[in-house]
Nanobody, 115 residues
Framework: VQLVESGGGLVQAGASLRLSCAASGSTFSIDAMGWYRQAPGKQRELVAHITNGDSSTLYANSVKGRFTISRDNAKNTMYLQMNNLEPDDTAVYYC?????????WGQGTQVTVSS
């Protein structure tokens, strides 16, 4: 499985962005996918997670009500709709996929929110 993120950028506080994560390869083996982020000087943290079977979702408390994770299986693409962005959302955002015992990461996309 290979993952490629896109959609990051520089926006002002209160704006919206949609990140995309396109999967290729053995996508049939993916059990779950997620978005993580890493701000300068901080550890990588989970933002949102979605399972393949029942599409159940999980969100970090800091993004609940503002971010929405979704996936389009026909396009092998996962999305993160980010609304009402805050400066604290500034980070490199990574998508990941879990396929059995294998975890795959994308290269990351920068999101910068100015105040």
């Amino acid at each position: 499985v290979q993952l490629v993120e896109s959609g990051g950028g520089l926006v002002q506080a209160g704006a919206s962005l949609r990140l995309s994560c396109a999967a290729s390869g053995s996508t049939f083996s993916i059990d779950a996918m997620g978005w993580y982020r890493q701000a300068p000087g901080k550890q990588r943290e989970l933002v949102a997670h979605i399972t393949n079977g029942d599409s159940s979702t999980l969100y970090a408390n800091s993004v609940k009500g503002r971010f929405t994770i979704s996936r389009d299986n026909a396009k092998n693409t996962m999305y993160l709709q980010m609304n009402n962005l805050e400066p604290d959302d500034t980070a490199v955002y990574y998508c990941n996929a879990v396929a059995g015992l294998t975890v795959v990461w994308g290269q990351g996309t920068q999101v910068t929110v100015s105040s």
